[in-house]
């Protein structure tokens, strides 16, 4: 059996390993908490990486952009030969009746107009119908449409024969009458008694319209008449006083 001196000593070593327990614990949580930290911040700098690209990838939702110019881009710029208009479109240079360049003008109207004929003379279509003035008649105008005025005006009437073996369709065609002084377009006006051509012409048939313009008596000289039948015949015009 142990004496009192080794149970006073076992005692001592029980005491000291009582008082040295709580204290060994908190190291290592300490410990613990410190390693669980340095994850987290590695977790976040491996995270934070990925985000900015690294390694030559791009961002979600962020489209990548090249500094070089590539071929695309080369062909898609305007050569010194072009001229940019407002907004971004480009105005080519057409030529003027003198064969020079004037940038940004439209292209004129190529469509043909046959060499104008007397007020008293048929104008003739090749393969197509015979066009002619039967009647220009001195009116007063009548405002029926909203645009018209009442006053002197004249009333032009306008036969198409059909020379073909096939009906030739009316439907689009127009008659304009541009004052001699002025070379102004005259305004059309309904009343009295102005009627359009038919819808069509049949063969070997003749068929007349009749046309109101506003017309003051000082401007009936140098007076043209135009026809326009349809897009695909030439335009047919007359020339003449108006007494």
């Keep these: 059996m142990k004496d009192d001196e080794a149970f ?3 005692r001592d ?4 390993l009582l008082r040295e327990e709580p204290r060994r614990a908190p190291r290592k949580a300490i410990v613990a908490i410190a390693v669980a930290a340095a994850v987290v911040v590695g977790a976040g700098i491996a995270l934070a990486v990925g985000l900015s690209g690294g390694g030559g990838s791009e961002s979600p939702g962020v489209a990548g952009s090249s500094s070089s110019p590539t071929a695309d881009d080369a062909s898609a710029r305007p050569t010194p030969s072009e001229s940019s208009a407002p907004g971004g479109s480009t105005a080519t240079p057409v030529a003027d009746g003198n064969g ?8 004129p109207d190529a469509r043909e107009t046959l060499p104008p004929v007397d007020f008293d003379a048929p104008a003739a279509v090749a393969g197509g119908p015979t066009v002619s003035v039967s009647r220009i008649e001195s009116v007063r105008g009548e405002a029926v449409l909203p645009g018209e005025v009442s006053g002197p005006a004249v009333r032009v009437t306008v036969e198409v024969k059909n020379g073909s073996e096939k009906s030739i369709d009316l439907t689009t065609a127009a008659v304009t009458l541009y004052a001699g002084s002025t070379d102004l377009q005259a305004s059309p006006i309904t009343k009295p008694a102005g009627r359009a051509f038919p819808s069509e012409v049949g063969p ?15 401007q009936r000289t140098d007076v043209r008449i135009e026809v326009d039948l349809s897009v695909s015949d030439p335009l047919i015009a007359f020339e003449g006083d108006i007494g």
Excluded: H, M, Q
């Design 8 to 10: 006073a000593r076992d």
């Design 13 to 16: 070593e029980f005491e000291e």
């Design 100 to 107: 020079s360049s004037a940038p940004g003008r439209a292209t």
């Design 204 to 218: 070997g048939k003749t068929v007349e319209g009749a046309f109101v313009f506003e017309l003051p008596e000082s």
